[in-house]
């Protein structure tokens, strides 16, 4: 590490020795200013790779720093040093571009591991084309999605937590993965969570782990998922779906950045960056009651918002063809084609599924179409239920009956369809002696749609 140097800028001789001893200890050589000038000054002279300064400067603010060094040495992160206890100021500073931050009375374990993580910046790796549009996990070529890489290669450059918004299906965990892979974290884990799909009653353990027997069914430690993030980011997806006395647990673990497992009576730190999103409307939330407002602030320091499909129609037809490259890498077949009147047809939907929507479809026309090609009449698009029933029919064969295992008459569609379709394609393979050209063309379908159906139903 001796090659970095750090600029430490504080008006007390102390704080600077203190910071300038622990830095030697790592390994990295200091520079340090007393104020803004001499600061202003030896960024422009020396470049460090990183500046730790104060908050409360002779010549102004730590802020105005942030601001400087965003506008004239936008390559060197810069972490603030608040008071204890000053959040405010810390997320106005994460606001204005501040690495992150670090509170006072200083940490050095903190300390330690805000400067190896801002130090990987400078290091080869996915951040280091910042000004090449490198598509990555975000495909397209629309201003849209152009921009959307932009922000997420500068956001990677922080530790600020990033609220993702936009509609269901539109790729909000895809814009959380491409922060995390081109950021400081990107060696460390990427734990995404849906905060919708965990009972209420197992949140505390799943959220921050539990020691074996602090309740019944505990029959070992658990690290959960504040844990398993360790070093690297968390990703929260439906956070608006927690409940009201989770999000007071969630707001301590973050601010506090330590977890206390069920049954465990002491803190563990964790060091996890926060990314969250959901597709509700966070704000309203917060209004109605229904999100706490202190929360609903720790997270959304920075919000990023995904465009919905339908406003950047240009990319579908590049969505389109990696989609169907890797139903086919999947499915061991072929890969199929749009015809123009196709790509026209899907350009025209309205897509309220969005990307989510857009791969139903075309996997869905990838088992329907003949000789490779998808026409615009295989997309059937708004016909969802009927065609997952299509290939079943003309077989001559009684559908079985809806499943009665759920309450008040409902019944399991997803799974009725699918034991629908199993039935349907054991009968053909048996009439046909196994022979899956034969069962193809008994059921109406092609060689390929069939083999896509016995893999997907696990029937090979």
């Excluded at 670090?102 to 290091?123: Q, W, Y």
């Excluded at 921009?147 to 937590?161: E, G």
């Excluded at 006395?245 to 973050?254: D, E, G, P």
Aim: with cysteine.
């Amino acid at each position: 590490m001796t090659s970095h140097t750090v600029l430490i800028v504080d008006d007390e001789p102390d704080i600077r020795d203190l910071l300038e001893i622990t830095l030697a200890r790592m390994g990295v050589a200091t520079l340090t200013a007393p104020d803004l000038t001499t600061a202003r000054q030896l960024l422009s002279a020396h470049q460090p790779q990183l500046c730790l300064t104060d908050m409360n400067l002779p010549d102004g603010c730590g802020i105005d720093l942030v601001h400087w060094i965003q506008q004239h040495a936008p390559a060197t992160p810069v972490a603030v040093i608040t008071a204890y206890g000053s959040m405010e100021t810390a997320i106005e500073a994460l606001k204005a571009g501040a690495f992150d931050f670090v509170s006072k009375p200083v940490e050095l374990a903190r300390l330690r591991e805000l400067v190896n993580s801002a130090l990987k910046l400078s290091e080869p790796g996915p951040q280091a084309s910042a000004e090449q549009d490198e598509p990555g996990l975000l495909l397209g070529q629309s201003p849209q999605i152009r921009k959307l890489r932009a922000q997420t290669r500068k956001l990677a450059r922080s530790q600020a937590p990033v609220f993702i918004c936009g509609e269901s299906g539109s790729g909000k965990e895809l814009v959380a993965r491409m922060i995390h892979l081109q950021g400081p974290r990107r060696d460390g884990p990427f734990v995404a969570v849906n905060c919708g799909a965990i009972p209420s009653e197992l949140m505390e353990s799943e959220f921050f782990g539990h020691k074996k027997g602090s309740f019944t069914g505990a029959v070992e430690n658990k690290d959960g998922l504040f844990r398993s993030a360790d070093g690297g980011t968390l990703f929260l997806d439906e956070v608006a779906d927690l409940p009201l006395a989770m999000q007071v647990k969630l707001l301590r673990a973050i601010q506090e950045k330590a977890v206390r497992p069920v049954g465990d009576t002491r803190e563990i730190p964790v060091d996890i960056r926060v990314l969250s999103a959901t597709h509700k409307n966070l704000p309203k939330l917060v209004q109605e009651g229904g999100f706490r407002q202190d929360l609903f602030y720790r997270i959304n320091v920075i919000e990023l918002a995904v465009p919905p499909l339908r406003e950047r129609p240009e990319d579908i037809e590049i969505l389109a063809e990696h989609i169907l490259q890797r139903i086919a890498d999947e499915y061991e077949c072929p890969p199929a084609s749009l015809t123009p009147d196709a790509v026209e047809r899907l350009k025209a939907y309205d897509f309220p599924g969005n990307v989510r929507e857009l791969e139903n479809i075309l996997e869905r026309a990838f088992t329907l179409c003949d000789n490779d090609r998808i026409s615009a009449k295989d997309l059937h698009l708004g016909n969802g239920a009927q065609d997952a029933m299509a290939g079943t029919a003309g077989t001559g064969n009684p559908l079985p009956a809806p499943p009665s295992s759920l309450p008040d008459g409902e019944i399991d569609l997803e799974n009725y369809l699918e034991s629908i379709e199993r039935q349907a394609i054991e009968r053909a393979l048996e009439a046909t002696r196994w022979n899956k050209t034969a069962a193809a063309k008994r059921l109406g379908i092609s060689f390929r749609a069939l083999r896509y159906r016995l893999k997907k139903l696990g029937m090979e």
